[in-house]
């Protein structure tokens, strides 16, 4: 699944010269936590979100004048233009973080955690085409739950291979030397030793998300079910 399959078509954008209550307004009849930013040829050149209108219109803090002179200047007055501008463009966040159509939703999802923000513009071009939200995300995996798709075909050889190449970039599977897996018409068996049962959850997440899986045979000794009763 990637971001053409769940992103949202029918985006609302604003100019860089929008008024801050204009925008504010947008997002509440339209019931939308964040609109991009686009110049006039139609690129995107920022996104103004509730969290950038959170602070809109705050007081300056009064400091003391021995701490103004260690402050960072720079800092204060963009964040005097964040809290006081009038427009789009005093207050958006920019650059902007973007994806494109052909983006898996798995890495949307690591990038809006890591950035810790809620939504992305999708752009082909630089030029905006949807945007893909956490919301998004949700009704994406829900969709996958009421509308399975088939397992793609793959041989058992290339599911193996498939697997290994996953185990090989985990730092929970690197110390598994009795590990054995058999791929026997699609079905995933998996022996050996581990050292704790998430090692072996993990083991069957690993085999059950690799294209063409039909099902994962577990047939894993915990290490401490073999050490001898003293």
Not at 29 to 46: A, F
Not at 68 to 80: G, K, Q
Not at 186 to 195: A, D, E, N, S
Request: no cysteine; charged share 25%; hydrophobic share 45%.
């Amino acid at each position: 699944m990637i971001a053409r399959d769940i992103m949202t078509t029918d985006v609302v954008t604003v100019s860089p010269d929008t008024r801050v209550e204009k925008i504010a307004i947008l997002l509440l009849e339209r019931h939308i936590s964040g609109v991009p930013v686009t110049d006039e040829e139609g690129r995107v050149v920022g996104i103004v979100s509730e969290a950038d209108l959170m602070h809109w219109g705050e007081p300056t803090l009064q400091r003391s004048w021995w701490l103004t002179l260690f402050a960072d200047v720079e800092a204060l007055a963009s964040r005097f233009v964040k809290t006081h501008g009038s427009t789009a463009k005093d207050v958006m966040t920019s650059p902007v973080v973007t994806v494109t159509e052909d983006m898996p939703v798995t890495d949307i999802a690591r990038l809006l955690e890591e950035r810790r923000i809620k939504r992305v513009p999708v752009v082909r071009d630089g030029y905006v085409v949807g945007i893909v939200s956490r919301a998004d995300l949700v009704r994406g995996l829900a969709a996958r739950g009421l509308n399975p798709s088939r397992p793609e075909a793959q041989n058992d050889g290339a599911i193996r291979d498939q697997l290994l190449a996953t185990l090989k970039g985990e730092p929970w599977a690197t110390d598994l030397p009795s590990l054995s897996i058999v791929v026997d018409h699609g079905v995933v068996h998996l022996w050996g030793i581990v050292r704790s049962e998430e090692v072996r959850e993990a083991l069957r997440v690993a085999a059950e998300g690799v294209a063409g899986v039909l099902a994962v045979e577990d047939h894993l000794f915990l290490w401490r079910q073999l050490r001898p009763a003293g």
